[in-house]
């Protein structure tokens, strides 16, 4: 270890080894470490507050008096010009709509931005839980297992990570689509949410199986896994009693930093026009909605992008922070 | 050193079929009816049972993929939708019967978009990301620093779709500053190639930067301190010569191996660079492919961005053999 450089103060390390802080095992000590930092936290409370909000949706846009589908601009006069366009400044902000109306249809910002946020977080954990599922049971497995299930492994996360992952997106949901809905249906809207779900998982999985059966393999070797062994513990309690443990704060992170990535993986694909329909609010396709009219209108594409980046934004912040809370050797 | 390169290849070409395979069983075997998309709502059912069988769709899956992967290595002959035959050279990707031509050609037309934007982004990705990666290392705990993790962490958070308009709201829309992207062939006028490419290779490299500049200063930082960097030290070699020469040379092996990674990710990038410039290139023939059910063309774009992808992730890991032997072993 390098001797600290004289931005780590003494209060950044980690709070047990402090003299006098009573030793409360790996999961205290991290909780304190990231009540510390205060990045961390703010992040964290950023991400809440944008969990609220979408849980919350409902009775925020019946207390704000607008839903996300009416099409406020086609039947209140004055609110759009005849081209569709806002006629207030700034994308038709008003007291009545306090993000503007959207050029076209005349649906409410606000309320869409709301909905948007539970599309969009619903089908990224949604994901991140089936990912954390699957990834864990194969990664340990394969981890503790080794030799020919091992090499299959290799090979098949070798050829899920060749494939280029947003065009095979692009390219599946229609063709799971079509698999369960007839040409001419209209599909439902649980339907889409399923698809995507299933899209994502079906790739999320390999990175954190990886990362995983790397640290498997290194912990099967470590004496308690030897002594496990040793008293006759099967291999199945092996896996799930004495490695998984061990292994959450790998996993842990990986969650964390996985949900943004689903989150403008989403949008992406209905910025290009393979995901959520409409009429469901969805950021992506706000902003593709937006790019249509950007020189005309750019207020309307200003919410959703700024609603990604401030989520992106904080949800990587939180995972950093949870990293190093986790891992005091992480360098900073 | 042979052997492992051997090993290697052999792995890619069993990956690469392997791909060919999952992608054309996933379109292929989709229960919407390729023949009848193919062509068109107007055909009659003769018609449709004429493309059906100039697509090989009567035969069994298995002799459809063989006669798919024979196409790839020889070439084949491709009935259109009119029945007339279409020769189809090697390799092969299909024919596309939206586009009506084989689905390399509407690729080939298309590509050199694609690739000039991806090197360009790739040469941005590489000068931003490891350039502020190394001053950040070398430079650690300054405001520098903290100024560069700062615009890392934007750039790993703000997203294509959102920068590039803004972008070109500020720089092209309002204050003129650069020119309207589009694509000029490079051999046409290499000047208004890049001048037109400038701000796509900009907003792709700034998003896909951040990865590296972090890698980059973790890598250097955690051997900053090996032994074999203190011994140049101690022998008195200059610090900015022992990091550029020892430690970088160490740090380098990981770094290249996300470089092979992220080309995938640059695709997937360059397609939403192309659909918010309205540059023409594969991206854009993949999206509206995808949306016209056009599966040639899907499977074709698919399977020709995995070759890449695959291709770039074993010249990374023989790369990676090359810098560190211990690699060689495993």
Redesign the interface.
């Known amino acids: 270890?390098?001797a600290p450089?004289?931005?780590?103060s003494p209060e950044l390390r980690p709070a047990a080894e402090a003299p006098g802080a009573r030793h409360r095992g790996p999961l205290a000590a991290a909780l304190r470490a990231f009540r510390r930092d205060r990045t961390g936290m703010v992040s964290l409370g950023v991400v809440c507050l944008f969990a609220l909000l979408a849980l919350a949706a409902p009775l925020l846009a019946a207390l704000y008096g607008k839903n996300a589908t009416e099409h406020y601009g086609q039947d209140t006069p004055g609110l759009l010009s005849p081209e569709g366009l806002p006629v207030l400044p700034n994308g038709g902000m008003s007291g009545e709509h306090w993000f503007g109306v959207e050029p076209g249809l005349g649906r409410d910002v606000l309320a869409q931005l709301l909905y948007g946020m539970r599309t969009s977080l619903l089908i990224a954990l949604a994901s991140v839980a089936v990912i954390a599922v699957i990834g864990v049971v194969v990664g340990i497995t394969v981890g503790y297992l080794s030799g020919a299930v091992d090499r299959a492994f290799t090979?098949v996360c070798?050829?899920l990570?060749?494939?280029?992952?947003?065009?095979?997106l692009?390219?599946?949901s229609?063709?799971i689509q079509?698999?369960f809905v007839g040409?001419r249906e209209n599909e439902p809207a649980w339907m889409q949410f399923t698809v995507l779900i299933m899209v994502f998982s079906a790739f999320g999985w390999v990175p954190l199986a990886m990362v995983l059966r790397t640290a498997v393999r290194s912990l099967r070797e470590r004496e308690f896994v030897e002594a496990a062994r040793a008293v006759g513990a099967s291999r199945r309690h092996i896996v799930f009693r004495e490695l998984l443990p061990n292994v959450w704060a790998p996993m842990l992170v990986h969650i964390t930093l996985a949900v943004?990535g689903i989150v403008?993986a989403e949008?992406?694909l209905s910025?290009?026009?393979?995901g959520i329909n409409e009429p469901i609010p969805d950021w992506?396709r706000m902003?593709?909605r937006?790019?249509e009219v950007?020189?005309d209108d750019?207020t309307y594409?200003v919410f959703p992008?700024?609603a990604?980046?401030v989520f992106?934004?904080s949800f990587?912040?939180l995972g950093d922070a949870v990293r190093d809370a986790l891992d005091p050797r992480t360098?900073r | 050193m042979t052997g492992y390169l051997l090993r290697r290849v052999l792995q890619a070409a069993a990956v690469l079929l392997a791909i060919t395979a999952a992608a054309f069983g996933l379109f292929y075997a989709a229960p919407s009816d390729p023949a009848l998309i193919a062509c068109g709502p107007k055909c009659d059912t003769a018609q449709v049972e004429a493309v059906r069988a100039g697509m090989g769709l009567d035969q069994p899956i298995a002799s459809q993929f063989f006669d798919y992967l024979g196409g790839l290595v020889t070439g084949r002959t491709i009935a259109d939708v009119d029945g007339s035959p279409i020769r189809c050279a090697a390799p092969c990707l299909g024919y596309s019967y939206t586009l009506h031509q084989p689905v390399l050609d509407a690729i080939a037309d298309r590509l050199p978009v694609t690739i000039s934007l991806a090197g360009g982004a790739l040469t941005v990705i590489l000068l931003l990301g490891v350039g502020a990666g190394l001053v950040a290392a070398l430079r650690r705990g300054t405001a520098a620093d903290r100024l560069l993790s700062g615009f890392n962490l934007l750039g790993a958070s703000v997203q294509i779709y959102f920068l590039g308009y803004v972008l070109q709201y500020f720089l092209v829309y309002s204050t003129g500053l650069l020119p309207l992207p589009q694509f000029v062939p490079l051999a046409d006028h290499p000047g208004r190639w890049a001048a037109g490419l400038l701000l796509p290779w900009l907003v792709l490299g700034f998003v896909n930067a951040a990865v590296f500049a972090r890698l980059t200063r973790s890598q250097m930082l955690e051997t900053m301190h090996d032994g074999y960097v203190r011994t140049a030290r101690a022998k008195g070699l200059g610090t900015l010569r022992t990091h550029l020469k020892y430690t970088a040379r160490g740090a380098a092996a990981p770094l290249v191996q996300l470089l092979g990674l992220e080309i995938g990710a640059l695709f997937g990038g360059a397609f939403i660079t192309e659909t918010v410039f309205g540059l023409g290139g594969v991206g854009k023939l993949a999206v509206d492919a995808v949306t016209g059910n056009d599966l040639p063309t899907v499977v074709g774009t698919v399977l020709l961005a995995a070759f890449f992808v695959v291709v770039f992730v074993t010249v990374a890991d023989l790369v990676v053999a090359w810098l560190d032997p211990r690699v060689r072993l495993t």
């Open positions: 270890m390098a450089s004289p931005a780590e090979f070798n050829v990570l060749a494939f280029p992952t947003l065009l095979l692009l390219a599946l229609p063709v079509t698999r040409p943004p403008t949008a992406a910025f290009l026009g393979v992506g902003i593709s937006g790019s950007f020189y750019p594409m992008g700024v990604i980046l992106v934004l990587n912040l360098l």
